[in-house]
C-alpha cells in the first residue's frame, strides 16, 4: 500500500513535465574540483561555523535523446547547492536560448498554498470505529493554516476538530521536490547528445595541511602534506574524479544557491483558555533556523591513515600536481567519494631532509613607553625553510597549517607549535612562529633618548642596550629587528635589512647572555 | 577581433529615452468578459524589470462595468506590489478609491470576527462517536473563546475534546491574499479595456557571463545571459518582458543591495561608439516572446553569444605608499578585451579555462558594471601563485623643505616555467614627486602614479630600484 503510494507520487512528478518535456534523471559522469577560500577546520564546521564563500566546480556529462524541434530538458540530480548563472553548456550544436531554475519545492505548506480556490477532500476519522469519510471543500485561504469552505459552511482545519487531513488530487504545476535547472532548446535533428554541464556549487573548501617533523640530527625536517577536503553541502559525489585549486581565485563574494526550502505554514488558530493543542497556540513559531545554526553531523575520513597520527613518513601520495591558468591543479589519483557533510584528507606531499632553520627573535619597537620597558620577555621561536631544490624541497606549497613535531627526550614525538603559510610558490622562504620560548629571555633597555632634528623636522635618537639570556643547555641563533623606516645611527654588529625590517643576527651560547647596544633615529611625527 | 554585438535572434536591444514612460507592448486581446465587483479575469501582464529589485507591472483586461460606481478586485497582483504606485486608467472611467487590503484570512482572525454573531459547533464523543450539534453565540475572543450556548456561558474546548466550529461566511476583508480594490465611476456601461500598471519589488535582473578563455591563442568566447531573479511571491504568466539597464532611483528601501567585493575595470574606452547619438540614458532589452517568470524561480535568457574575440592576459601589481612588505605578494591576473559594439549591461563575469583534460573550469569572477560600446575592460581573475613582488623601503631620507626621498627596492620572482611580464604600479607621487633614479625606465602613467614594465625569466628573479623625490 505504501509503496503504491510512494510510485503513484513518483508518477505524479514526472507527470508535472510536460508531454515535449526530456527528463534528465542524473549524469554519467560527475568530476568535482574544490577551491579555497579560507581554512578548514572540522570543530567549525561541526558547530555550523562556516564560510558563505566556499565553493566547488562540478563537470558533469549526461547522454540525452532529444528530439528534433523545441524540447525543454529537465537536468534532475544537479547538485542542490548550485548556482544557475554559473552554468555552461556545452554539446548542443544550436545554444540554448532560455534557461530556468525553479526551487519553488514542494512541501506541505506549498502544496496547500498552490491549492487556493482548488476542490480538495477532507478525510475525516471516526474515532470510535476508525471509519474514515470523505467529503469535499474548497480551499479558501492557506497563509495561515487551511479554511475551508464546503456545503456545511466555513471551517479552519487543524484547530481542535477530530483527526481530519487534507487529501489532494495532484500537484500543482511549478512545485517540485528539488530545485531544477532546465534548459529550451531548438534541435536541428534529432538524436542522441552527448552534453557536458559545468557549473559552480556552494559549501565546499579545501585547505592544507603541514606536518613539519624534526629528524633525529635536528638540522633537517620531514616535510609532509595532507589536502584537507570539506563538503559542507547535503550533497555528497560518489567515486567522484577530484581535483582541489590552489592559488586565489577572484570572486565577487555574491554567488549564493538560491534558497530552496520549500514553504512551512503554521496553523494560526484561535485562542485556547486551555491547552490541549498539539501545536504551540498563537502567536505561531518562528521559521525553521537557518541551516547554518544546526550543529550537523560531520564525518571525518582520511586516506591512507598513518599508524601513528600525523607522525608517519609513508611515502606514498595519493596526489598528482599540474598547471592550470595560475593555479596549481592537484588531482587525486582515484576516484574518491566526497560525501556530504564530510572531511577527508588525502597525503599530497612527503618530503624527507628538508634544510632549516631555528632561532629566536625579538622585534624591537623604535620608542617603548610605559615603566615596565626594561622587563624580560620571553623571545618568539621562530622557524624558516628556503623552497628550494638544494635544501631539500622546491615545491610549490598551498596555503594552509603547518604543525611542528619535535622529539621529546625519551625519543618520542611532541607537537611544539602550530603556525599558518600562505600559498608559497618555489624559491619563497617560509617562516613560522610557533610559539614563546621559556628558557630564552630578552631585556630591551632604553638607556638614554634625546629629541634632535633632521631634515628639518624634529626627531628623537633612542639607544638601547638589550641583553638576550639562553638558558637552555645548547647554544642558539638570535635575531633582533627593528622597523624598517628608522635610521641606524650606532650598532656594535653589522644589520641587514630583511623583508622590510632591520635584523641583527648574533649567537648565544648555552647557558650564558649576551649583551647587544645600538643606537636609532626616527622622526617623531612617525612612532 | 573584438567583441561584436550578436544579438540572439530571440533578443532585439531598444533603446529608451530618459523619463520616457514604458509603452504597452502588445495589442489588447479579447478577454472572458466579467461582471464588475467580481474578480478580473486573466490578464495580459507585461513586466519592465529594473536591476535593483523593482518591477513595473502592467495588467490590461477588458473588463464589462456597469455604469456609475462599482469595485474591482485585482487579487492576483505582486504579493510586493508598492500599492501608492497604482494606477488605473479606462477610457470613460475615473477612479473613486484604491484600497489595498492586507488583511489575512486565518482561523483565528476568522473567530475574532465572530464576537456578538453565531457558529456552529460539532462536538465529538471520542467514546461513542457521536456527533452532536449546537448554535453558540460568540461572546469573547481574548486568551481564549467565551461562547454563549443555550442559556449557559462557557469556554470552547475546555474540556479539550474535539470540536469543529462552522463558520457561515468568510467575513469582509479577510482575504486569502493581499488583494487590491478599486471603485471606480464609469460614465457609461458596458466592457473596455482597462489598463492597470504599479511598481513592486521582489524582481530584479543583471547579467551572468561566461567567458571561455583560450590562454594560447589569447581567444575567448563569451556568453551572455539575462538573468531574472523571482522572490515577489507572485508567477507572471505569459507577461510581455522589458528590461531596464541603468540606474534608477527609488524612495522606498529596497531588498537587495549590490556589496560586490571585486569590480572589473573599465579603463578607457577606444571610441569605437556606434549610434552614440541615439543613445538615452538607458538600454533596454526586449524579451521577444512571452514569458513565465514562475516565484522562486531564476530565469536566464540568451542575448549574447559571442565567439573568437581576442583577449589577453596580464600581470599586474600595485603599490599604493613607500613601504615594505614583511611577505612577498602575489600579482593579479587580469584579463583584458574590448566590446567595440555591443554594451554590456552589469552583471558577473565569471571566466573559465579548460584543464588539460578539456573540462572547463573556474578561473575567475568579478562584477562588471553597465559598459557602454568601445569601452576597455580590465577583469581581476585572482592571484599568480609562481609570480611575486617583495616591495622594501631601503632608506628615507629627508629632501628639499620637508619632502622625502624614498630608495625603493622591489623583487620580482617568476617560478613559473616561461618569462612574464609585470606591470608594477607605484603610487603616491604626490606633490609633483619625481623619479631621481631608476632601473628600469618607467613611464608616468598619471600625476600620481609611475608604471614599470617589468620583465622577470622563467624560474628567475629581476630586482627593479628606484629612488623618488616627493616634495611636502
Redesign the interface.
Known amino acids: 500500500m505504501r509503496l503504491a503510494a510512494t510510485l503513484l507520487l513518483a508518477a505524479a512528478l514526472a507527470g508535472s513535465a510536460r508531454a515535449d518535456d526530456v527528463v534528465s534523471e542524473k549524469p554519467d559522469t560527475v568530476k568535482v574540483a574544490l577551491y579555497h577560500q579560507g581554512y578548514v577546520d572540522t570543530q567549525q564546521l561541526m558547530r555550523g561555523e562556516q564560510s558563505a564563500y566556499a565553493f566547488g566546480f562540478v563537470n558533469e556529462t549526461r547522454t540525452i535523446a532529444l528530439p528534433a524541434g523545441p524540447s525543454l530538458i529537465r537536468f534532475r540530480g544537479v547538485a542542490s547547492t548550485m548556482v544557475p548563472e554559473t552554468a555552461h553548456l556545452e554539446g548542443l550544436p544550436a545554444g540554448a536560448a532560455e534557461r530556468n531554475f525553479d526551487y519553488d519545492l514542494l512541501s506541505p505548506g506549498s502544496l496547500l498554498a498552490h491549492s487556493v480556490g482548488r476542490v480538495v477532500h477532507v478525510v475525516r476519522t471516526d474515532p470510535k470505529t476508525g471509519k474514515e469519510s470523505t467529503s469535499e471543500a474548497t480551499v479558501r485561504a492557506a497563509s495561515g493554516g487551511p479554511v475551508i469552505e464546503s456545503a456545511r459552511g466555513i471551517e479552519a482545519l487543524h484547530c481542535g476538530g477530530p483527526p481530519e487531513r487534507l487529501v489532494f488530487d495532484d500537484i500543482p504545476e511549478g512545485l517540485a521536490d528539488k530545485p531544477t535547472f532546465s534548459v529550451r532548446v531548438t534541435m536541428p535533428e534529432a538524436g542522441q547528445y552527448a552534453l557536458t554541464l559545468s557549473y559552480v556549487a556552494m559549501r565546499m573548501n579545501w585547505s592544507a595541511d603541514y606536518v613539519a617533523r624534526i629528524d633525529p640530527g635536528g638540522d633537517t625536517l620531514t616535510l609532509s602534506g595532507w589536502i584537507t577536503l570539506a563538503n559542507f553541502s547535503d550533497i555528497g559525489f560518489a567515486d567522484a574524479p577530484t581535483q582541489v585549486i590552489a592559488g586565489s581565485a577572484s570572486t565577487t563574494g555574491e554567488d549564493r544557491a538560491p534558497s530552496a526550502r520549500g514553504l512551512r505554514i503554521a496553523p494560526q488558530c484561535w485562542p485556547l483558555a486551555v491547552d490541549w493543542a498539539h501545536w504551540p497556540p498563537f502567536p505561531p513559531p518562528p521559521p525553521p533556523a537557518a541551516m547554518d545554526n544546526l550543529v550537523e553531523t560531520v564525518i571525518v575520513t582520511a586516506s591512507r591513515i598513518p599508524q601513528v597520527g600525523f607522525y608517519s613518513s609513508s611515502p606514498v601520495t595519493a596526489v598528482s600536481m599540474q598547471e592550470f591558468a595560475d593555479y596549481k591543479l592537484y588531482s587525486l589519483n582515484w576516484p574518491t567519494t566526497v560525501a556530504a557533510n564530510q572531511t577527508k584528507q588525502v597525503r599530497f606531499l612527503d618530503q624527507p631532509a628538508v634544510k632549516f632553520e631555528r632561532f629566536y627573535t625579538y622585534r624591537g619597537y623604535p620608542n617603548p613607553a610605559g615603566d615596565d620597558k626594561d622587563a624580560r620577555e620571553p623571545a618568539t621561536i621562530r622557524y624558516r625553510m628556503e623552497n628550494l631544490e638544494k635544501d631539500g624541497l622546491g615545491k610549490p606549497l598551498p596555503a594552509g597549517s603547518m604543525s611542528v613535531v619535535d622529539t621529546d627526550p625519551r625519543g618520542a614525538p611532541i607537537f611544539v607549535g602550530q603556525d599558518r603559510i600562505g600559498d608559497t610558490p618555489e624559491g619563497l622562504p617560509i617562516a613560522l612562529e610557533t610559539g614563546k620560548a621559556m628558557d630564552v629571555g630578552v631585556q630591551s633597555r632604553l638607556v638614554a633618548t634625546r629629541n634632535a632634528e633632521e631634515g628639518g623636522r624634529p626627531s628623537r635618537i633612542n639607544s638601547f642596550e638589550v641583553t638576550v639570556r639562553n638558558d637552555r643547555s645548547v647554544p642558539i641563533r638570535f635575531e633582533l629587528t627593528q622597523p624598517g623606516d628608522v635610521r641606524v645611527l650606532e650598532e656594535d654588529r653589522r644589520h641587514s635589512l630583511d623583508h622590510g625590517l632591520f635584523a641583527w643576527r648574533f649567537d648565544v651560547p648555552a647557558g650564558s647572555e649576551t649583551v647587544m647596544r645600538y643606537s636609532i633615529e626616527f622622526w617623531r611625527s612617525d612612532y | 577581433m573584438r567583441i561584436r554585438t550578436v544579438l540572439?535572434g530571440?533578443l532585439a536591444l531598444g533603446i529608451a529615452a530618459a523619463g520616457a514612460a514604458p509603452k504597452p507592448k502588445h495589442k489588447p486581446r479579447p478577454a472572458p468578459v466579467a461582471q464588475a465587483r467580481t474578480e478580473a479575469p486573466q490578464p495580459q501582464l507585461s513586466l519592465t524589470v529594473y536591476n535593483n529589485d523593482l518591477v513595473m507591472v502592467q495588467d490590461i483586461r477588458t473588463l464589462d462595468l456597469p455604469a456609475g460606481r462599482s469595485r474591482i478586485e485585482f487579487p492576483g497582483v505582486s504579493a510586493a506590489i508598492r500599492p501608492e504606485t497604482v494606477s488605473l486608467t479606462a477610457k470613460g472611467l475615473s477612479v473613486v478609491e484604491q484600497n489595498f487590503d492586507y488583511d489575512?484570512?486565518?482561523?483565528?482572525?476568522?473567530?475574532?470576527k465572530q464576537v456578538g454573531h453565531d457558529i456552529?459547533i460539532?462536538r465529538?464523543?471520542?467514546?461513542?462517536?457521536v456527533q452532536t450539534n449546537e448554535t453558540a453565540t460568540v461572546l469573547s475572543?481574548?486568551?481564549?473563546?467565551v461562547l454563549r450556548v443555550g442559556n449557559h456561558i462557557e469556554?470552547?474546548?475546555?474540556d479539550?475534546l474535539?470540536?469543529?466550529?462552522?463558520?457561515?461566511?468568510?467575513p469582509e476583508n479577510?482575504?486569502?491574499?493581499p488583494t487590491l480594490s478599486v471603485t471606480v465611476d464609469a460614465e457609461t456601461g458596458g466592457p473596455r479595456q482597462v489598463n492597470l500598471s504599479y511598481l513592486g519589488n521582489g524582481l530584479s535582473w543583471d547579467t551572468?557571463y561566461?567567458g571561455?578563455y583560450d590562454?594560447k591563442r589569447d581567444l575567448m568566447s563569451l556568453?551572455g545571459?539575462i538573468?531574472i531573479?523571482n522572490s515577489s511571491g507572485t508567477?507572471f504568466k505569459n507577461a510581455d518582458t522589458e528590461l531596464v539597464a541603468g540606474t534608477i532611483n527609488t524612495t522606498f528601501e529596497s531588498g537587495s543591495q549590490?556589496?560586490?567585493?571585486?569590480n572589473a575595470t573599465v579603463r578607457a574606452g577606444s571610441g569605437e561608439h556606434r549610434n552614440a547619438d541615439a543613445l538615452g540614458d538607458f538600454y533596454t532589452y526586449r524579451v521577444p516572446e512571452r514569458?513565465t517568470v514562475?516565484?522562486?524561480?531564476?530565469?536566464?535568457?540568451?542575448f549574447l553569444?559571442v565567439q573568437g574575440a581576442h583577449a589577453t592576459k596580464l600581470y599586474e601589481y600595485q603599490q599604493y605608499g613607500f613601504?615594505?612588505?614583511?611577505?612577498?605578494q602575489?600579482v593579479k591576473?587580469d584579463l583584458a578585451f574590448s566590446n567595440s559594439d555591443a554594451p554590456l549591461p552589469q552583471g558577473?563575469v565569471?571566466i573559465?579555462?579548460r584543464?588539460?583534460k578539456g573540462?572547463?573550469?573556474?578561473?575567475?569572477?568579478?562584477?562588471l558594471g553597465h559598459t557602454p560600446a568601445g569601452s576597455d575592460i580590465l577583469l581581476?581573475?585572482?592571484?599568480?601563485?609562481?609570480?611575486?613582488v617583495?616591495p622594501?623601503?631601503?632608506?628615507?631620507?629627508?629632501?628639499g623643505?620637508?619632502g622625502h626621498r624614498y630608495k625603493m627596492s622591489y623583487l620580482l620572482?617568476n617560478?613559473r616555467?616561461e618569462a612574464v611580464n609585470v606591470e608594477l604600479r607605484q603610487q603616491g607621487l604626490y606633490n609633483g614627486g619625481d623619479v631621481e633614479d631608476e632601473s628600469l625606465k618607467s613611464r608616468r602613467l598619471d600625476a600620481h602614479t609611475l608604471l614599470w614594465n617589468v620583465p622577470v625569466p622563467a624560474?628567475g628573479?629581476t630586482t627593479l630600484t628606484a629612488t623618488i623625490e616627493v616634495p611636502r
Open positions: 540572439l530571440a489575512l484570512l486565518t482561523p483565528a482572525k476568522m473567530m475574532e456552529q460539532v465529538i464523543n471520542p467514546a461513542t462517536g475572543v481574548n486568551s481564549g473563546v469556554a470552547l474546548r475546555d479539550g474535539p470540536t469543529r466550529v462552522m463558520f457561515g461566511a468568510i479577510l482575504r486569502a491574499s551572468a561566461v571561455l590562454e556568453q545571459w538573468t531573479r508567477s549590490n556589496y560586490a567585493r571585486n514569458v514562475a516565484n522562486q524561480q531564476t530565469k536566464q535568457i540568451a553569444d613601504g615594505s612588505e614583511d611577505t612577498a602575489h591576473v558577473t565569471r573559465y579555462m584543464d588539460a573540462d572547463p573550469k573556474f578561473v575567475g569572477e568579478s562584477y581581476e581573475l585572482g592571484e599568480a601563485f609562481d609570480v611575486t617583495q622594501t623601503l631601503l632608506s628615507t631620507e629627508a629632501w623643505k620637508a620572482r617560478a616555467g624560474h628573479e
